[in-house]
C-alpha cells in the first residue's frame, strides 16, 4: 500500500493555531458509511451514545518537555525536547541543532539549576542525555520547561492547561492525546447522566507517533514504541460492556492504540496490562477491541490518518478530509473533532 494513497490537499489556513475559549465549542463531523457526513457541535456528542456504550479516555499527563538552554562551552543556543525517562536522571531526548551536541556537551539550563550531559548520540537528532539538578526533577521541570506543541503550530500558548485534558493524571507524554481536549467536567458530567461509561487507559504519548512515514511502502514502516497501562478495573468493565453487545469507543488514536494492543493479545479480551507498543493500525486491520472512533483531523501521509481509514474504509477517509476541507473545519491538535461510528475493513 503506497503512502501517497493517504494524501490530501489541506490549505495552511485550517491549521488551527490556537485552542477555542471554550472547550466543547469546537465543530464535529460524524462520520458514517458510504459517504455519509453530518455537520454538528462537539457539544452534541452525548447525542451520538448509547446507554451502556463505554468511552475510553487517555489519561496521561503532557511534561513540560521542551527545554531552551546554551552549550556550556560556547554558548550556542540549543533545544531540547525529552521523549522518554530511560533509567534515572537518563532521558531520551531530540535536540537541535543535533550536529553541535556530541558525546560529552554539556548544556546548562536557566540559571544553572538544570544540567544536561550527552553520553549517547543516537539516529535522527536523538540524544541520550543524562540531568544533573538540585531538588526534584519534576518541579525543576515546572519552572523551566514549555509545552511541547506541534512544529504546525507558530502561535504561542498562553494557557498551559489548553495543552492538557481536564483528566490528565499520569505525567509522561511529549505531546497531547488531543482528541480529548474537547471535553469539559460538564460534558463528561452530561455524559455519565446518560448511562454512557467512561473507562481510562494511560498511553504516554512519544513523538514518533507525529512522525511522518518516510518509505513509500507503508507496510516497511516501523512505529516508535510508547508506555501503556491498563487497570484490572478498566479490563473489567470493558469485558461488561463487549459482553453487553455495547460500543467501546475510543477518544483519540492513543486510547484505540492501547485497546487494540491489548485486545490483540487476549484474542478480543481485555486484562490488566502494562508495557510498551508499537502497534501499527492500517487498512486490512481487523479491530478486536472498540467499535468507535472520536479523533480530531491528522496530518497528510501520517500514521494517524492511516489508523482511521483502517476503521471508516480510505476512501470514506478521504471524502470526509475533503467535506472538512470544504466546510472549512479546523485542523490538527487544536482543531475540530470528527466521530466515526461502525466497523473497518473497507478499501
Not at 75 to 86: F, H, I, P, R
Not at 96 to 102: E, L, Y
Request: with cysteine; glycine share 8%.
Amino acid at each position: 500500500m503506497d503512502v501517497n494513497e493517504f494524501d490530501f490537499y489541506l490549505p495552511e489556513e485550517l491549521i488551527a493555531q490556537t485552542p477555542l475559549a471554550n472547550r466543547s465549542a469546537s465543530r464535529l463531523l460524524v462520520v458514517g458509511e458510504n459517504e455519509q457526513y453530518k455537520d454538528d457541535q462537539f457539544a452534541n456528542i452525548p447525542e451520538y451514545l448509547n446507554q451502556g456504550d463505554c468511552l475510553v479516555l487517555n489519561d496521561t499527563r503532557v511534561m513540560p518537555a521542551r527545554l531552551i538552554g546554551e552549550k556550556a562551552e560556547t554558548g550556542a543556543s540549543v533545544e531540547v525536547l525529552l521523549l522518554k525517562q530511560e533509567e534515572g536522571d537518563r532521558w531520551e531526548a531530540l535536540v537541535k541543532p543535533a550536529r553541535r551536541i556530541k558525546n560529552g556537551t554539556i548544556i546548562h539550563f536557566g540559571q544553572g539549576e538544570l544540567q544536561a550531559t550527552c553520553i549517547q548520540e543516537l539516529e535522527d537528532g536523538g540524544r541520550i542525555l543524562e540531568f544533573s539538578y538540585e531538588g526534584i526533577f519534576n518541579e525543576v521541570l515546572e519552572r523551566l520547561g514549555q509545552m511541547p506543541l506541534p512544529p504546525y503550530i507558530k502561535e504561542r500558548l498562553e494557557d498551559k492547561d489548553r495543552y492538557q485534558t481536564v483528566y490528565a493524571k499520569h505525567e509522561g507524554s511529549a505531546a497531547a492525546p488531543t482528541a480529548g481536549l474537547h471535553f469539559t467536567e460538564e460534558l463528561l458530567n452530561t455524559i455519565r447522566q446518560k448511562g454512557v461509561h467512561i473507562a481510562f487507559i494511560t498511553l504516554h504519548v512519544g513523538i514518533g507517533t507525529f512522525r511522518p512515514v518516510s518509505v513509500e511502502n507503508i507496510e516497511e514502516h516501523e512505529m516508535h514504541a510508547e508506555f501503556y497501562q491498563m487497570t484490572e478495573g478498566t479490563a473489567k468493565l470493558l469485558n461488561d460492556v463487549k459482553a453487553s453487545g455495547k460500543r467501546i469507543i475510543a477518544v483519540g488514536t492513543t486510547s484505540l492504540r492501547t485497546v487494540e494492543t491489548i485486545a490483540t493479545k487476549g484474542n478480543g479480551t481485555f486484562s490488566a496490562d502494562s508495557g510498551w507498543t508499537s502497534i501499527f493500525i492500517y487498512p486490512g486491520y481487523t479491530f478486536q477491541g472498540i467499535n468507535g472512533l472520536i479523533t480530531n483531523f491528522h496530518l497528510p501521509k501520517s500514521t494517524l490518518i492511516m489508523l482511521v481509514s483502517a476503521l471508516a474504509g480510505r476512501k470514506n477517509t478521504l471524502k470526509a478530509y475533503e467535506h472538512a476541507v470544504k466546510e472549512r473545519y479546523r485542523f490538527f491538535s487544536f482543531g475540530d473533532a470528527m466521530f466515526i461510528q461502525g466497523q473497518g475493513g473497507k478499501n
